[in-house]
């Protein structure tokens, strides 16, 4: 009986872990449609790569267990994609249902501070929630051209 569990719970994990996976792809889709979306009409469109870090276009056999991205770089896509002040419990949040990640808070707040440091991310003091910089949203958009 409790092989039948343990066959089933991690399963289940896999399962849930593609999801997360699948769910990291469609963001990223929807915000390659937004940033279509966003571009001029006197430009002529521009082919976005179809691989870009974190897009994940892996056959379900061949997805990896840990995603290649840094903390710092999933921290950085969550918050371009929520376009709003976030919470660290937020933030934490949107990486695990992203990536399927669960980011002890002890790894996460180096990050955030490092992020803060490289002039990437800032502390809304009045929402007490971070956002990103303008300079990093902007950078972040030029890429998506």
Same mark, same amino acid.
């Given at each position: 009986?409790?092989?039948?569990?343990?066959f089933?719970?991690?399963?289940r994990?896999?399962l849930?872990?593609?999801?997360?996976?699948?769910?990291?792809?469609l963001e990223?889709v929807?915000l390659?449609?937004?940033?279509? @979306?966003n571009i001029k009409s006197?430009?002529?469109e521009?082919?976005?790569p &179809?691989?870009?870090? #974190?897009f /994940?276009t +892996?056959a379900p056999?061949l997805?990896p267990?840990q995603?290649?991205l840094?903390?710092?770089d999933?921290?950085?896509r969550?918050?371009?994609?929520?376009?709003?002040?976030?919470s660290s419990?937020?933030?934490?949040?949107l990486?695990?249902?992203?990536y399927?990640? @669960?980011?002890?808070?002890?790894s996460f707040s180096?990050?955030i501070?490092? &992020?803060?440091q490289? #002039?990437? /991310?800032? +502390?809304n003091k009045?929402?007490?929630?971070?956002?990103?910089t303008?300079k990093?949203?902007?950078?972040?958009?030029d890429?998506l051209?």
């Amino acid at each position: 009986m409790s092989e039948t569990r343990d066959f089933l719970k991690q399963r289940r994990l896999l399962l849930e872990r593609k999801i997360a996976l699948l769910n990291a792809e469609l963001e990223e889709v929807r915000l390659a449609e937004r940033a279509l @979306e966003n571009i001029k009409s006197d430009r002529s469109e521009r082919q976005l790569p &179809l691989m870009t870090p #974190g897009f /994940v276009t +892996l056959a379900p056999a061949l997805v990896p267990t840990q995603s290649p991205l840094t903390i710092k770089d999933k921290i950085v896509r969550v918050m371009f994609r929520a376009q709003k002040p976030l919470s660290s419990r937020a933030i934490l949040k949107l990486i695990h249902q992203h990536y399927g990640d @669960e980011l002890p808070r002890t790894s996460f707040s180096p990050q955030i501070s490092r &992020l803060k440091q490289e #002039g990437r /991310v800032q +502390l809304n003091k009045e929402l007490k929630k971070y956002e990103l910089t303008p300079k990093e949203t902007q950078r972040l958009q030029d890429q998506l051209k």
